[in-house]
Protein backbone atom coordinates (compact mmCIF):
# COMPACT_ATOMS: atom_id res chain seq x y z
CA UNK A 1 0.00 0.00 0.00
CA UNK A 2 0.84 3.87 -0.74
CA UNK A 3 -0.37 6.14 1.13
CA UNK A 4 0.58 10.14 1.34
CA UNK A 5 -0.64 11.28 4.79
CA UNK A 6 -1.36 15.31 5.08
CA UNK A 7 -2.51 17.34 7.35
CA UNK A 8 -1.30 21.13 9.63
CA UNK A 9 1.84 20.79 11.78
CA UNK A 10 0.36 19.18 15.03
CA UNK A 11 -2.28 17.10 13.03
CA UNK A 12 -0.71 13.77 14.70
CA UNK A 13 0.73 12.63 11.43
CA UNK A 14 3.69 11.36 13.35
CA UNK A 15 1.96 9.72 15.84
CA UNK A 16 -0.37 7.86 13.39
CA UNK A 17 2.18 7.49 11.00
CA UNK A 18 3.86 4.86 13.36
CA UNK A 19 0.18 3.18 13.73
CA UNK A 20 -0.30 3.12 9.76
CA UNK A 21 3.46 1.92 9.68
CA UNK A 22 3.04 -1.14 11.95
CA UNK A 23 -0.70 -1.93 10.33
CA UNK A 24 0.49 -2.02 7.11
CA UNK A 25 4.02 -3.25 7.32
CA UNK A 26 4.66 0.03 4.73
CA UNK A 27 7.76 2.01 5.35
CA UNK A 28 7.70 5.83 7.35
CA UNK A 29 9.10 8.32 5.05
CA UNK A 30 8.96 11.48 7.16
CA UNK A 31 10.66 14.64 5.14
CA UNK A 32 10.69 16.77 8.69
CA UNK A 33 12.38 13.30 10.20
CA UNK A 34 15.05 13.24 7.61
CA UNK A 35 15.22 16.75 7.33
CA UNK A 36 16.33 17.15 10.81
CA UNK A 37 18.78 13.97 10.90
CA UNK A 38 20.74 15.80 7.94
CA UNK A 39 20.33 19.18 10.47
CA UNK A 40 21.69 17.16 13.02
CA UNK A 41 24.39 15.56 10.99
CA UNK A 42 25.49 18.84 9.43
CA UNK A 43 25.38 17.16 6.04
CA UNK A 44 25.39 20.02 2.77
CA UNK A 45 21.57 19.38 2.77
CA UNK A 46 21.76 20.05 6.31
CA UNK A 47 23.46 22.80 6.20
CA UNK A 48 21.33 24.44 3.66
CA UNK A 49 17.83 23.55 5.28
CA UNK A 50 18.59 24.60 8.48
CA UNK A 51 17.57 28.28 7.98
CA UNK A 52 14.24 27.70 6.35
CA UNK A 53 13.56 24.94 8.68
CA UNK A 54 14.10 27.36 12.35
CA UNK A 55 12.06 29.76 10.10
CA UNK A 56 9.02 27.85 9.89
CA UNK A 57 9.57 27.90 6.00
CA UNK A 58 9.77 25.31 3.78
CA UNK A 59 12.45 23.91 2.78
CA UNK A 60 13.54 24.76 -1.28
CA UNK A 61 11.92 21.58 -3.85
CA UNK A 62 15.23 21.46 -5.29
CA UNK A 63 16.49 19.95 -2.24
CA UNK A 64 13.95 18.08 -0.70
CA UNK A 65 12.86 16.34 -4.46
CA UNK A 66 16.55 14.82 -4.61
CA UNK A 67 15.79 13.51 -0.63
CA UNK A 68 12.95 11.74 -1.32
CA UNK A 69 13.51 9.95 -4.81
CA UNK A 70 16.15 8.47 -3.24
CA UNK A 71 14.55 7.52 0.01
CA UNK A 72 11.77 5.79 -2.00
CA UNK A 73 13.82 3.97 -4.12
CA UNK A 74 14.95 2.11 -0.98
CA UNK A 75 14.54 -1.65 -0.60
CA UNK A 76 12.06 -1.17 2.73
CA UNK A 77 10.04 0.84 0.55
CA UNK A 78 9.15 -2.10 -2.30
CA UNK A 79 6.50 -3.21 -0.32
CA UNK A 80 4.52 0.01 0.29
CA UNK A 81 5.73 3.52 1.78
CA UNK A 82 3.90 6.09 4.05
CA UNK A 83 4.81 9.53 3.01
CA UNK A 84 4.28 11.94 5.96
CA UNK A 85 5.15 15.81 5.74
CA UNK A 86 5.56 15.06 1.68
CA UNK A 87 4.07 16.89 -0.88
CA UNK A 88 4.25 19.94 0.70
CA UNK A 89 2.72 22.23 -3.06
CA UNK A 90 1.72 21.40 -5.88
CA UNK A 91 5.07 21.43 -7.29
CA UNK A 92 6.12 18.55 -5.21
CA UNK A 93 3.11 16.88 -5.97
CA UNK A 94 3.35 16.44 -9.66
CA UNK A 95 6.98 15.74 -8.83
CA UNK A 96 5.89 12.81 -7.29
CA UNK A 97 3.18 11.54 -9.49
CA UNK A 98 6.37 11.40 -12.43
CA UNK A 99 8.15 9.73 -9.75
CA UNK A 100 5.59 7.42 -9.13
CA UNK A 101 4.38 6.72 -12.67
CA UNK A 102 7.91 6.03 -14.27
CA UNK A 103 7.97 3.37 -11.32
CA UNK A 104 4.48 2.40 -12.12
CA UNK A 105 3.19 2.18 -8.40
CA UNK A 106 0.12 4.78 -7.91
CA UNK A 107 -0.64 6.02 -4.46
CA UNK A 108 -3.41 4.16 -2.98
CA UNK A 109 -4.58 6.41 -0.81
CA UNK A 110 -4.12 10.33 0.25
CA UNK A 111 -5.53 10.69 4.36
CA UNK A 112 -6.27 14.34 5.11
CA UNK A 113 -6.82 15.23 9.40
CA UNK A 114 -8.44 17.95 9.68
CA UNK A 115 -7.54 19.52 12.85
CA UNK A 116 -8.83 23.30 14.15
CA UNK A 117 -5.80 25.75 14.06
CA UNK A 118 -6.46 26.85 17.92
CA UNK A 119 -6.17 22.50 18.74
CA UNK A 120 -3.56 22.98 16.29
CA UNK A 121 -1.11 25.56 17.97
CA UNK A 122 -2.24 23.69 21.65
CA UNK A 123 -1.00 20.09 20.55
CA UNK A 124 2.02 21.85 18.91
CA UNK A 125 3.11 23.78 21.99
CA UNK A 126 2.90 21.08 24.08
CA UNK A 127 4.62 18.37 21.81
CA UNK A 128 7.91 16.46 23.49
CA UNK A 129 9.58 13.77 21.68
CA UNK A 130 12.05 10.91 22.19
CA UNK A 131 15.22 11.50 21.14
CA UNK A 132 15.71 7.61 21.06
CA UNK A 133 12.85 5.93 19.83
CA UNK A 134 11.23 8.94 18.75
CA UNK A 135 7.95 8.27 20.68
CA UNK A 136 5.68 11.19 20.68
CA UNK A 137 4.07 12.60 23.86
CA UNK A 138 2.38 15.24 24.25
CA UNK A 139 0.88 17.83 27.57
CA UNK A 140 -2.49 18.28 25.78
CA UNK A 141 -3.03 14.55 26.02
CA UNK A 142 -1.43 14.22 29.60
CA UNK A 143 0.92 11.64 28.64
CA UNK A 144 4.15 13.31 29.64
CA UNK A 145 5.83 11.29 32.45
CA UNK A 146 8.25 12.45 34.17
CA UNK A 147 10.12 13.91 31.48
CA UNK A 148 11.30 10.74 30.45
CA UNK A 149 10.12 8.10 27.65
CA UNK A 150 7.99 5.81 29.14
CA UNK A 151 9.38 2.73 26.21
CA UNK A 152 13.79 3.26 26.34
CA UNK A 153 13.85 5.70 29.38
CA UNK A 154 15.83 8.93 27.49
CA UNK A 155 14.94 12.45 28.11
CA UNK A 156 12.06 13.91 26.66
CA UNK A 157 12.85 16.93 23.87
CA UNK A 158 10.77 19.41 22.48
CA UNK A 159 11.47 20.41 18.67
CA UNK A 160 13.54 23.58 17.87
CA UNK A 161 10.61 24.70 15.38
CA UNK A 162 7.44 23.67 18.44
CA UNK A 163 7.85 27.64 19.75
CA UNK A 164 5.19 30.30 19.22
CA UNK A 165 6.61 32.58 17.14
CA UNK A 166 7.68 29.29 14.83
CA UNK A 167 3.94 27.63 14.88
CA UNK A 168 2.39 30.72 13.23
CA UNK A 169 4.01 30.48 10.35
CA UNK A 170 4.32 26.98 9.67
CA UNK A 171 0.32 26.99 9.63
CA UNK A 172 0.17 29.56 7.38
CA UNK A 173 2.72 27.84 5.08
CA UNK A 174 0.56 24.92 5.55
CA UNK A 175 -2.97 26.96 4.24
CA UNK A 176 -1.17 28.91 1.65
CA UNK A 177 0.71 26.08 0.05
CA UNK A 178 -0.74 22.83 1.01
CA UNK A 179 -3.83 22.69 1.41
CA UNK A 180 -4.05 23.19 -2.46
CA UNK A 181 -3.50 19.39 -2.67
CA UNK A 182 -6.85 18.60 -0.87
CA UNK A 183 -9.01 20.13 -4.20
CA UNK A 184 -5.73 17.82 -6.33
CA UNK A 185 -6.19 14.93 -4.37
CA UNK A 186 -9.38 15.00 -4.12
CA UNK A 187 -9.74 14.99 -8.57
CA UNK A 188 -8.06 11.68 -8.57
CA UNK A 189 -10.61 10.44 -5.85
CA UNK A 190 -7.84 9.65 -3.71
CA UNK A 191 -8.77 11.60 -1.16
CA UNK A 192 -9.82 10.13 2.47
CA UNK A 193 -10.71 13.15 5.06
CA UNK A 194 -10.57 12.20 8.59
CA UNK A 195 -11.54 14.11 11.66
CA UNK A 196 -8.43 14.60 13.29
CA UNK A 197 -9.35 15.55 16.38
CA UNK A 198 -9.84 13.72 19.92
CA UNK A 199 -7.62 11.26 21.41
CA UNK A 200 -5.18 9.63 19.44
CA UNK A 201 -6.52 6.33 19.53
CA UNK A 202 -10.06 7.38 17.94
CA UNK A 203 -8.48 9.22 14.75
CA UNK A 204 -6.52 5.89 14.32
CA UNK A 205 -9.96 4.13 14.46
CA UNK A 206 -11.15 6.45 11.93
CA UNK A 207 -8.03 6.35 9.53
CA UNK A 208 -8.31 2.28 9.15
CA UNK A 209 -11.92 2.60 8.50
CA UNK A 210 -11.62 5.15 5.48
CA UNK A 211 -8.36 3.34 4.60
CA UNK A 212 -10.51 -0.17 4.34
CA UNK A 213 -13.64 1.61 2.82
CA UNK A 214 -12.09 2.41 -0.40
P1 LIG B 1 7.50 18.51 9.74
O1 LIG B 1 8.25 17.61 10.67
O2 LIG B 1 6.83 17.74 8.62
O3 LIG B 1 6.57 19.45 10.43
O4 LIG B 1 8.59 19.42 9.00
C1 LIG B 1 9.43 20.30 9.73
C2 LIG B 1 10.05 21.31 8.77
O5 LIG B 1 10.83 20.61 7.78
C3 LIG B 1 9.04 22.12 7.96
O6 LIG B 1 8.58 23.26 8.67
C4 LIG B 1 9.88 22.49 6.74
O7 LIG B 1 10.80 23.53 7.05
C5 LIG B 1 10.70 21.23 6.50
N1 LIG B 1 10.01 20.27 5.62
C6 LIG B 1 9.50 19.03 5.93
N2 LIG B 1 8.96 18.45 4.86
C7 LIG B 1 9.12 19.32 3.83
C8 LIG B 1 8.75 19.29 2.45
N3 LIG B 1 8.09 18.26 1.93
N4 LIG B 1 9.08 20.38 1.70
C9 LIG B 1 9.73 21.43 2.21
N5 LIG B 1 10.09 21.52 3.49
C10 LIG B 1 9.80 20.49 4.31
New binding site residues.
Given amino acids: MRVVLLGP?GAG??TQSEWLKEQYGIAHV???????EAVAQQTPLGVQ?KS??????????E??LGM?AERIAKNDCAGGFLL??????AA?AEALADMLSEASCPLDHVVALDVPREALIKRITGRISCPGCGRIFNIAFGNVSGGVCEDCGAELVQ?A?DNEE?VGN?LD?YEKQTSALLDYYQAQGLLRRVDGTGAPEDVWARIKEAVSAS
Avoid: E, H
Wanted: aromatic fraction near 6%; charged fraction near 30%; glycine fraction near 12%.
Fill in positions: PKGSTGDLLRAYMDSGALVPDLVVDGFPRNQRDTRV
